[in-house]
């Protein structure tokens, strides 16, 4: 109900990766013209979203020669075979396996990257998501360069409830406040103590040098390179340095819900070696990911990814709500009540454009995105109803209608567009066939859906 164009990550490599493979279902068989005239297109489609060029011809001369010496199977077509073999190639050059961390006692993790990279929300982000998991994470504020980031640090930590050793402003030995970190770790009993460091605008030897020496101090299990997506292939550049400087031992790449292209993405792990661990997928504390590539490539060439949507949902909706919801669907006894229900328990999975890119078939569809300013205005006009009207919708007559739009502060004709869409959204769900065909067109099915 509230889809516009937008941006999501790898829309612009989905859509062409959906073109070129779209060629290749129309015919019968595989032969080296028709797989050459594809990866032809593939290959721009690459370069085109920053994918490093040696990256990219390698991983097309690696698909060019798999799909020319596969038997195709008699239950598939060629371009679903071709399908595959890229899908399985996009999963090795992406990590194989999602890589975890070493935790093991003493379990010391230690934040490096370039200033607007996100390396204090990220520090905080990592602390909440291994809270979640059973560990008591201390966060420690090591960047005495940029003035805000140790009263950044500390109001972060106190909205995920975890303690933080904040030292002096005046304080500029980095190695004496590590140590202090440590003790302050020691008393809080930590089982994993997260060292937010200094970084610069450009990569420089002061930086590096400070940060070696931190290293060389802490022996840290894991060294964490936070980098920006959206960056491209600069992304990668960085990455390349500080490995050259540091032994890092993963990359944690932020914003990539703004990432059309996912260059960094695809590149990182060929050229540094180095596995992506995490993902950031928005500004909020609990949008950081583990980084899986089977799903990642899953998601890149359309096919969604609902294993994660299934763990987001299960990590935060309530199962009760939820079955009393699709009862309520079942039997189309939907109202604004219900409305308002989905759309908090929606919010409660992330950003609803990275809810779209999960779902299978959604990115042929285009590329899709919220309007969050929108949604809030239907929130506002629903809030302004009576519990009878939200819940019979058909009472709202005239008059009514001027005194929502008045207490919502919109228009009596955002009022009317909301009541059709609901009432339009009821006569759906009576009507069976028009359910499967709209599953149908998501790419689900529809009888694995109920319907």
């Known amino acids: 109900m509230w889809l516009f164009v937008g941006v999501i990550m790898f829309t612009q490599l989905s859509n062409q990766l959906e073109s070129a493979f779209k060629k290749l279902r129309g015919h019968g068989r595989i032969t080296e013209s028709n797989v050459t005239d594809a990866m032809r297109e593939v290959r721009l489609a690459l370069l085109e979203a920053d994918v490093d060029f040696k990256v990219a011809k390698d991983f097309i001369a690696s698909v060019k020669e798999k799909a020319l010496g596969a038997e195709v199977l008699t239950s598939v077509t060629p371009g679903q075979q071709i399908v595959k073999i890229f899908h399985d190639e996009l999963t090795r050059v992406l990590g194989g396996e999602a890589a975890s961390l070493d935790l093991q006692p003493p379990a010391r993790v230690v934040m490096a990257g370039l200033n607007g990279a996100g390396k204090t929300t990220t520090s905080a982000k990592l602390a909440q998501?291994?809270?979640?998991?059973?560990?008591?994470?201390?966060?420690?504020?090591?960047?005495?360069?940029?003035?805000?980031?140790?009263?950044?640090?500390?109001?972060?930590?106190?909205?995920?409830?975890?303690?933080?050793?904040?030292?002096?402003?005046?304080?500029?030995?980095?190695?004496?406040?590590?140590?202090?970190?440590?003790?302050?770790?020691?008393?809080?009993?930590?089982?994993?103590?997260?060292?937010?460091?200094?970084?610069?605008?450009?990569?420089?030897?002061?930086?590096?040098?400070?940060?070696?020496?931190?290293?060389?101090?802490?022996?840290?299990?894991?060294?964490?390179?936070?980098?920006?997506?959206?960056?491209?292939?600069?992304?990668?550049?960085?990455?390349?340095?500080?490995?050259?400087?540091?032994?890092?031992?993963?990359?944690?790449?932020?914003?990539?819900?703004?990432?059309?292209?996912?260059?960094?993405?695809?590149?990182?792990?060929?050229?540094?070696?180095?596995?992506?661990?995490?993902?950031?997928?928005?500004?909020?504390?609990?949008?950081?990911?583990?980084?899986?590539?089977?799903?990642?490539?899953?998601?890149?060439?359309?096919?969604?990814?609902?294993?994660?949507?299934?763990?987001?949902?299960?990590?935060?909706?309530?199962?009760?709500?939820?079955?009393?919801?699709?009862?309520?669907?079942?039997?189309?006894?939907?109202?604004?009540?219900?409305?308002?229900?989905?759309?908090?328990?929606?919010?409660?999975l992330g950003p609803l454009e990275n809810l779209l890119g999960m779902l299978p078939g959604m990115s042929k569809l285009g590329p899709l995105s919220v309007d969050e300013k929108q949604m809030r205005r239907s929130e506002a006009i629903m809030l302004s109803m009576t519990p009878k009207e939200r819940c019979r919708p058909e009472i709202i007559n005239g008059s009514r209608r001027k005194r929502i739009a008045k207490g919502s502060g919109t228009s009596v004709t955002a009022v009317n567009q909301l009541l059709r869409q609901v009432s339009e959204m009821r006569k759906l769900m009576r009507s069976k066939g028009k359910m499967r065909q709209l599953m149908k067109q998501m790419g689900g099915g529809g009888n694995k859906f109920g319907f």
């Open 129 to 348: 998501l291994l809270k979640k998991e059973g560990r008591r994470p201390v966060l420690v504020a090591c960047d005495l360069v940029r003035p805000a980031a140790i009263d950044q640090l500390v109001t972060l930590a106190k909205q995920i409830d975890v303690p933080v050793y904040a030292p002096s402003k005046e304080e500029k030995d980095v190695l004496k406040v590590a140590n202090a970190g440590l003790r302050f770790a020691a008393e809080h009993q930590a089982t994993v103590t997260i060292f937010d460091t200094a970084g610069r605008q450009d990569l420089d030897r002061g930086m590096i040098g400070e940060l070696g020496k931190l290293c060389e101090m802490l022996q840290p299990k894991e060294v964490l390179l936070v980098a920006d997506s959206a960056t491209g292939q600069q992304a990668v550049n960085v990455a390349k340095t500080f490995q050259e400087a540091v032994k890092l031992t993963g990359i944690v790449l932020t914003r990539v819900d703004g990432d059309a292209r996912g260059g960094a993405a695809l590149s990182m792990r060929t050229v540094t070696g180095l596995p992506v661990k995490y993902i950031g997928e928005g500004e909020k504390l609990n949008q950081l990911s583990v980084f899986h590539p089977q799903r990642m490539a899953g998601r890149i060439l359309g096919m969604g990814d609902v294993v994660s949507l299934v763990e987001a949902a299960a990590e935060n909706i309530d199962a009760d709500e939820a079955k009393r919801m699709e009862d309520r669907l079942k039997r189309a006894e939907f109202d604004f009540n219900d409305l308002l229900a989905q759309m908090k328990m929606l919010r409660k």
